[in-house]
């Protein structure tokens, strides 16, 4: 997969229209085209918002899969508490409802200059404008000792939902009794930051019903993460966090989490700690851009995609945007969320475009409720705008309060439930 | 209070901004259309879910959404993260983003189906 030439495309009616540095200007009188890379949440989302601001674009998804896994909630599926079903998604709403078209395959390359994807079956899909949003790539190479093979049957990362979810569940819930859970947790910047402690979590809460000598210790190449206050007092609430008999432990850089290698022979992983032996190892590699970012050029030296805050234009290519995990978006999380969000002020930054109008003063949300139990919840939530240097900051937001209402953890619980469902209509219905 | 600080720092940039270039417009804010989209991750696209957390926000009267918007940006409203985001947006947002969720057609009730 890499970055066609031109001279291997066709060169037909489209030739002549490119333009290397100035954006190309929309065709007049024809349909303007926007063709998407991923159809995960932001591309999604990107999809459908276009269609439903912006009716006269022709707007086309090109995705691998036909079925999608949200991230969010795939805790629960691992922890027996949801099926796979509830998290499972696809683009039938954006075909049915907006109009979207949908390609499912491979794409084999772009040609910038063009203006055309070609997919693995060897079409060209014209674009005026291309949205990729391709996810992360686990860099599971960058673990010493860990394999792809391994990665696939005894030490699953469970990052990318679906096959590896299942595989996490059904070692965890095979678990024997008094086992030992090792969650292996990714440096910065990495999708989900809460991720591995709601994981870590969950699998806690299900001890205390079901195996309360059991034990999840968190191995941590960092010394802090988010919502770390109200996730820490939920853990010394219900699972006797920092005393001798917790079922949840967590090991910062500090006290020598950081991980050396793993060894997927013996079920071991082996940390300044000390070596850590596991019944179940879950193995969170280091993030990048998603690896068809990297294949096209989009990413720089921090194998992240770089690109104008304000408008998700790339920096490296015309005419492309790229939202969602894969991108630099200053101090929004690689989040759901937030690539749902990016989504959304990337529409209006097209519909801008295509009718000449001003381009729109951007603003961005991120909310996300974390479990800590099945009836414990705990949350950050936070505004951006983009400020004068052109970085995305937060102007207003936070995490939940600790305090003595006992309503309030319940409350968030309840949320996160109802925050799936909008959340995952808002993007696939 | 975190409103309170909010309103200092604009001003304070307004002051700063007024002093660099006198011949600046008025500060652009994004439009209610935008934000309320923000809203409708929770709310529901067009503010149109209903389930047992986040009430929908179509046909709101609009009156009623900036008023809430103000209790919670006050913290007098209870709620779980609305207090710390409606402090972002000024009084003028609100109505904006009430005005666009007053012309969305509001869920029936009982819901046909949840979205």
Same mark, same amino acid.
């Given at each position: 997969?890499? =970055? ?61 899969? =036909? ?10 599926? @691992? ?37 055309? !994807? ?76 809460? $991720? ?84 179940? !190892? ?24 770089? !690109? ?27 989040? $759901? ?55 995305? !900051? ?36 | ?24 417009? +008025? ?64 009084? +003028?947002?609100?109505?904006? @983003? ?18």
């Amino acid at each position: 997969m890499t =970055r066609i030439s031109r001279r291997n495309l066709i060169a037909g009616a489209l030739a002549g229209s490119a333009s290397l540095s100035a954006p190309m200007l929309w065709a007049q009188g024809a349909a303007h085209r926007v063709v998407i890379l991923g159809g995960g949440i932001g591309g999604a989302t990107a999809a459908k918002y276009i269609r439903m601001i912006n009716p006269e674009a022709e707007v086309t998804i090109i995705e691998r899969d =036909r079925t999608y896994y949200t991230c969010p909630r795939s805790n629960d599926v @691992i922890t027996g508490v949801l099926d796979l079903d509830t998290i499972t998604f696809d683009l039938s709403s954006h075909r049915n409802n907006y109009g979207v078209k949908t390609i499912y395959d491979e794409v084999v390359g772009v040609d910038f200059d063009a203006h055309l !994807v070609r997919t693995a079956d060897g079409s060209d899909v014209p674009y005026d404008r291309l949205i990729v949003s391709p996810g992360v790539d686990l860099m599971i190479d960058q673990v010493e000792g860990h394999s792809h093979q391994a990665a696939e049957t005894v030490m699953p990362h469970g990052w990318k939902a679906g096959p590896q979810t299942m595989n996490l569940r059904r070692q965890f819930l095979n678990l024997r009794p008094g086992g030992t859970v090792v969650i292996v947790a990714p440096p910065n910047p990495f999708r989900c930051p809460p $991720g591995p402690y709601e994981r870590a979590s969950m699998m806690a809460d299900h001890f205390r019903h079901h195996n309360p000598t059991a034990k999840v210790i968190i191995l941590d190449p960092k010394n802090k993460f988010t919502k770390q206050g109200p996730f820490t007092k939920g853990w010394e609430r219900l699972y006797g966090y920092g005393t001798e008999n917790a079922l949840l432990e967590w090991v910062p850089e500090e006290q020598g989490g950081g991980v050396i290698s793993v060894d997927p022979e013996t079920m071991s992983v082996e940390t300044a700690a000390g070596t850590f032996k596991g019944d179940l !190892v879950n193995v969170i590699p280091p993030m990048q851009a998603g690896r068809l970012a990297k294949a096209l050029g989009l990413t720089n030296e921090t194998n992240w995609c770089p !690109v104008d805050q304000a408008t998700f234009a790339s920096t490296l290519a015309p005419d492309v945007h790229v939202i969602g995990d894969s991108c630099i978006a200053g101090a929004m999380p690689k989040s $759901g969320y937030a690539a749902n969000s990016q989504a959304k002020m990337l529409a209006h930054v097209i519909r801008s475009e295509l009718q000449g109008q001003p381009l729109p003063v951007p603003s961005f949300a991120n909310a996300c409720y974390s479990l800590v139990a099945e009836d414990y919840g705990v949350s950050i939530a936070a505004i951006y705008a983009v400020n004068e240097e052109g970085k995305i !900051v937060s102007t207003a937001g936070g995490v939940s309060a600790i305090d003595d209402k006992p309503n309030r953890p319940v409350l968030e619980a309840v949320y996160q439930k109802n925050w799936h469902r909008t959340f995952a209509a808002d993007v696939f219905s | 209070m975190k409103g309170l600080k909010m309103t200092r720092f604009l001003t304070l940039g307004t002051a700063l901004a007024a002093l660099a270039a006198p011949a600046l417009a +008025e500060e652009r804010r994004p439009t209610g259309e935008l934000i309320a989209m923000n809203c409708g991750t929770c709310h529901g696209t067009y503010g149109r879910a209903f389930n047992d957390s986040m009430p929908p926000l179509a046909g709101m009267n609009p009156d009623k959404l900036v008023n809430a918007m103000i209790a919670f940006r006050d913290d007098t409203r209870p709620g779980t993260i609305m207090s710390r985001l409606a402090p972002a947006f000024t009084e +003028e947002d609100y109505r904006a @983003i009430a005005e666009y969720f007053a012309a969305q057609e509001p869920i029936p009730y009982p819901p046909e189906e949840s979205e």
